[in-house]
């Protein structure tokens, strides 16, 4: 019998041209509460994707029309799909075969002939992994820090969509051409800064990158990184002023609660904003809780990123 959906469950694709392992996989993820769709070739998934985004994809490698490796090939062109995890389902044993996979892109593989319990664990590690990932690139994105990491020569490696738009305003701001990807240097105020503090080894006078223009502060710092020679670069950015009419006319607040929201920008503890308005805490507290709710977020993280996306403070 097939089990209610979980709030954890997923959407898994299986693309496999063989019935008998359709209906076997099918019914393996169904009854383990997952939502499954069926492709039987390359071409039908990648239309199908096009419909209903899966969160995880079971691929054949040998299919008619393009094969399993054409198809994650075109998958991870597209950033429409590209972050969807792919495991291969194979029953070619020769190592490269299986290397090939993971240069497409491939996550994982499954050889054949399936065996569900090994299929079901290997879903739940990927698919855990994946809304990790997620998670932490939506704290980045709701958070007033952005990140992005470099190679020891001051090349983006890694870019978040608050780190592109810091560095949007940044150049703007700064009137600097360049691009904002992967495989491209920073701007050349921010690696110069990179480059000395390289090659001073953590001891140079600025450990920070520190920049005004416009009446806006950017700021940058390195902290350790995973991967030896990669670097993650925290990025935040403050104005120096806040048109609190803007702030409280955009997003529907009071004039006291667009106060209390620049002053937590600032780095404010509750009490300390209760002293420079002439507040309780709890007062303080108590108008977070609406401002919370007023723009539908959870944290002051969250709130403050909300309008210094959404007005010009």
Known sequence: MT???SPTSGTVMIVDD??????????????????????TDGLSALEQITYL?????????MMPGIDGFETCNRLKASPETADIPVLFMTALSELDNLLRGFDEGAVDYIVKPIRPPEVLARVDVQLTQARNLRRAENALNHSPFSALATDPSGRITWLTPGGSRWLDEFRQTHVLTGENEVGAPLPKPLLEWFGARLAAAGKSDRDSFESRRAGVDFSARITPCQHADEYLLVLEKHSGTWDLDSVRQSLGLTFREAEILMWISRGKTNKEVGMILGSSPRTINKHLEHIFEKLGVVTRAAAVSMVLQRTPV
Request: proline share 6%; aromatic share 2%.
């Open 18 to 39: 063989t019935p008998g392992n359709l209906a076997l996989l099918s019914d393996t993820l169904s009854e383990a509460g997952y939502r499954v769709l069926v492709a």
């Open 53 to 61: 985004k899966p969160d995880i994809i079971l691929l054949d490698v």
């Open 3 to 5: 089990s209610k959906l």
